[in-house]
């Protein structure tokens, strides 16, 4: 697992437990080094994940319980709309960020008991939108400009411009725009230090900067 891989999914294990876990069992999770583990969570810290240290019985290494948003409560009525919505960003492509928008959409949905599901269901089927697709974006760039955005971190990008030729940049994702039926991300060319708009359509592959683009 790359490293980048990796950060991410340990952010995302720290997120979903209740109680501590230890560098050791963290090592043997994601088999690396305790040594590692001890870099990644420094790694972590260092983007602003609030993780400590807790002693005791079930105590370990957790995420501060106050950084998740406590419990929300919708009606039916909203949660149809907010699912529907975003499925509609989903089904359009309009966003890069859909492996995150399809895990609110299914709280959302998974919160609600059975009943409010059936009411769920039955108000979505009243609701429909039409628009211009978006063009084909391929789920890993998708990922990794997602992964790029939320951790703040550097790209490294295949990209098609206008008249066919094919360039490697590394650069950062600093604004996403999204257009009736494109989706273009402001970026600051790393190499040349000059802002740069790249259509996400046109990035044939992406992986983190400290990575060869595959």
Not at 102 to 125: C, D, I, N, P, Y
Request: aromatic share 8%.
């Amino acid at each position: 697992m790359v490293r980048q891989t990796r950060l991410f999914a340990l952010a995302e294990y720290l997120r979903g437990r209740r109680t501590g876990v230890t560098a050791a069992e963290l090592a043997r999770r994601f088999g690396v080094t305790v040594r590692t583990i001890y870099r990644d969570l420094d790694t972590l810290r260092a983007a602003e994940l609030p993780v400590a240290a807790e002693r005791g019985r079930g105590g370990g290494y957790a995420l501060d319980k106050a950084y998740t948003l406590p419990p929300v409560n919708f009606t039916p009525r909203e949660a149809a709309l907010l699912w529907t919505l975003g499925r509609y960003a989903r089904e359009m492509r309009l966003m890069p960020f859909a492996e995150t928008l399809q895990h609110g959409l299914e709280k959302v949905r998974a919160a609600l008991s059975a009943s409010a599901q059936r009411e769920l269901l039955a108000l979505m089927q009243g609701l429909a939108f039409t628009g211009v697709p978006a063009p084909s974006i391929s789920e890993p760039v998708r990922a990794a400009v997602e992964r790029a955005w939320f951790e703040k971190a550097p790209l490294r990008i295949r990209y098609r411009g206008a008249d066919g030729q094919v360039s490697e940049r590394r650069v950062r994702l600093e604004q996403v725009v999204l257009e009736r039926s494109l989706t273009m991300l402001n970026c600051l060319d790393l190499d040349k230090g000059a802002p740069r708009q790249f259509r996400l359509d046109r990035i044939e592959a992406a992986s983190p900067a400290e990575q060869a683009v595959p």
